[in-house]
């Protein structure tokens, strides 16, 4: 077995459990304990993978999402940068396709997002931004899930900084993080996830060294949306799906090893009853991927009474 398909399957299992220990993953993978920990410490270090906890939009007040796709004149790298620095701006990627570049923000009012895309076309390489908002995010990491109103205090966000950082912090390190005991951690961490106001996860790069492809999908329906995007969401490398007010009705993220697996995963969309027509990019290099940090500071959520 090479290095990749170690690295592929270890990702996988990360995927369906961040927090397994190095032993279950060994035991699992079929292959030493020690080759598991330096993949691991490899891909990691090397910001391949990233193991954080994300935190849900509505918790921290973010109640628009926007896909924003740019078209440049010259090279990407300046209005990347900026973008980049936007803490409204959780994904930024370079792509090839009909736009240069793909941009997520999330803001609290519509307004809010009024005043940012003001200053993106007004940026001097900009030659147009194209806009879709998402109505209802179906497959995601948290974002699909209703969080349950609890109350959260000055301990829980001292987890979830912590989590956001390194999801797979052990219970004795975030005990020492929080004055607590490491079981007093456990059950609070356990409550959060519960409640859906934070998931681990696992983000993966794209480009820069990463053996996946990744390709983006816009989508024209002619049946209902939910309804077809709960079928799509069954297909093998279907990682985001959202449906959408724009110039499509849904937007998805396919994801696989290969440019031949994309393809057969797209063929599978075209093919369904639901789908009239898409419209495809790929995505090339990550320059930002930060649906964990954003928010924290600047929204509260739900204090404690």
Request: with cysteine; aromatic share 4%.
């Amino acid at each position: 077995m090479s290095w990749e398909d170690i690295d592929e399957r270890l990702v996988e299992e990360l995927r369906q459990d961040p927090r397994v220990s190095i032993v279950s993953l060994a035991q699992r993978l079929y292959v030493p304990r020690a080759a598991v920990s330096e993949r691991l410490r490899y891909l990691t270090s090397h910001d391949l993978i990233r193991v954080v906890a994300a935190v849900h939009p509505g918790f921290l007040g973010l109640s628009v999402i926007a896909h924003v796709s740019i078209s440049t004149s010259g090279p990407t790298e300046e209005i990347t940068r900026m973008l980049v620095e936007w803490d409204s701006c959780v994904l930024v990627s370079i792509t090839a396709g009909e736009y240069d570049v793909v941009a997520e923000l999330r803001v609290s009012t519509h307004r809010e997002l009024q005043r940012e895309l003001d200053q993106l076309r007004a940026h001097p390489t900009v030659v147009r931004c194209n806009t879709v908002l998402y109505t209802e995010i179906i497959q995601g990491n948290v974002e699909h899930e209703q969080h349950a109103d609890i109350g959260v205090d000055q301990v829980d966000r001292q987890l979830l900084s912590a989590l956001i950082d390194d999801g797979r912090m052990g219970w004795k390190a975030l005990a020492e993080k929080t004055g607590k005991s490491p079981s007093a951690v456990r059950n609070r961490v356990q409550r959060l996830l519960d409640a859906r106001i934070a998931q681990i996860v696992v983000v993966q790069q794209r480009g820069s060294g990463s053996n996946q492809v990744s390709a983006g999908v816009g989508v024209t329906l002619h049946e209902d949306s939910r309804t077809t995007l709960e079928r799509l969401i069954t297909i093998d490398g279907i990682e985001f799906a959202a449906a959408c007010i724009g110039r499509f009705d849904a937007v998805l993220t396919v994801r696989g090893s290969t440019p031949m697996a994309i393809e057969r995963s797209l063929e599978r969309v075209r093919a369904d009853a639901g789908v009239r027509s898409l419209v495809t990019w790929l995505h090339l290099r990550s320059a930002k991927v930060d649906y964990a940090r954003m928010g924290m500071l600047t929204h509260p959520g739900n204090p404690t009474p």
